[in-house]
């Protein structure tokens, strides 16, 4: 009787073990103590996600009907693009770029067609893609004569050994690979013309010299992508003109692997729109990636911390918008607004241009 002592506390031990084991089993609690941080996640069972760039806020009580209705289309049609090419089992690569190429055509936005102007009243134009399988990715810094700037990374990544092509080697790359030549005054825009101007005249005041300032102006900005296909592959795309007024060279995080453009099978797709030198130095997706993969964070939580701390801290405000490959969505804001919209697995389009419509404002 005595040698069957030992089995009440072992009994004990494994009935203790087993209460533990489900809260073993869910995700580590940030900082604040709960997943996220206290944050929801801007949607869940999403297979693409689009953001039509961070800055200035469009307003309910500036905005008329017809406006509203235009931002909303332009993003729709965008995520249209990209459905169409997963319901027909293309993969998730070929959906981002079916969906920036929209957004690239579509002058509301500063990429492609409504590119914003340099100083010298000149276009010049930057875009990344990114695939997670195997972390494969393209971008051109500095392209004047491509229309759609994400099919010639595309190019870069599918068809070179390279990484980033710039300049007027990325312009002859892109037309030897079959994207025709745009003259400069394809992108020209009125609205455009009118910022540039008045980001002059600023300066010649001793203002803000570049970038925009007025409602909508600025915010319509980078462009981007993410998807997660049936294969739960991820990738991610970025496209932008840059900054209105910007020095003539200028590259921003738009077209750098990390900064503006990250996919990692597993973890997460990632594309960020705002402060673009502070998204460079905070390599703000890669370090979203980074706190998902080493730090043990969801990627509500990740996302949050790197656009409502880490890059604050920096002096620099914006968004992003990160896709798990289990279709958690998280699209936080630092700056006024960001448009954005995403698809879900059954089919169902959700666009939203003001701010008070996202969980992600701040």
Do not use: C
Request: proline share 4%; no cysteine; charged share 25%.
């Amino acid at each position: 009787m005595r040698s069957r002592l030992w089995i009440v506390p072992v009994l004990t031990v494994l009935v203790a073990v087993a209460a533990a084991l489900p809260a073993l089993s869910r995700p580590a609690p940030d900082r604040a103590g709960a997943p996220g941080g206290g944050h929801r996640p801007d949607a869940t069972g999403v297979v693409l996600a689009v953001h039509g760039g961070a800055g200035t806020a469009l307003r309910r009580e500036d905005t008329d009907a017809r406006t509203e209705k235009a931002y909303r289309d332009g993003l729709a049609g965008a995520l249209r693009a990209g459905r169409k090419v997963l319901r027909e089992g293309g993969d998730s690569v070929a959906a981002v770029e079916a969906a920036v190429r929209v957004l690239e055509d579509d002058e509301l936005f500063n990429a492609g067609k409504g590119a914003v102007f340099n100083e010298d009243a000149g276009h010049e134009l930057d875009a990344s893609i990114m695939r997670g399988s195997d972390q494969a990715a393209g971008a051109v810094a500095g392209v004047r004569h491509v229309r759609n700037p994400v099919s010639a990374a595309r190019l870069v990544m599918e068809r070179t050994p390279h990484v980033l092509l710039a300049g007027e080697g990325a312009d002859a790359f892109a037309a030897r690979n079959g994207l025709t030549p745009v003259t400069q005054d394809y992108f020209w825009t009125q609205a455009r013309w009118d910022s540039l101007m008045k980001a002059k005249e600023r300066a010649r005041k001793g203002g803000k010299a570049v970038g925009g300032s007025a409602p909508g102006e600025a915010a319509l900005g980078t462009v981007g992508a993410v998807a997660v296909d049936r294969d739960r592959g991820l990738a991610a795309a970025t496209s932008t003109g840059g900054m209105t007024n910007k020095m003539a060279g200028r590259v921003g995080d738009s077209p750098l692997v990390g900064a503006g453009t990250y996919a990692r099978n597993g973890t997460v797709a990632a594309s960020a729109t705002g402060a673009g030198e502070v998204f460079v130095r905070g390599a703000a997706t890669a370090t979203l990636a980074h706190l998902i993969e080493f730090g043990g964070k969801d990627v509500v939580a990740a996302a949050h911390e790197v656009v409502g701390e880490r890059l604050p801290r920096l002096g620099g405000k914006g968004g992003v918008i990160a896709l798990d490959p289990r279709g958690v969505l998280s699209a936080p804001f630092s700056s006024e607004g960001m448009l954005h919209g995403f698809l879900t697995e059954d089919g169902r389009i959700v666009t939203r241009v003001f701010p008070d419509e996202s969980p992600g404002h701040r």
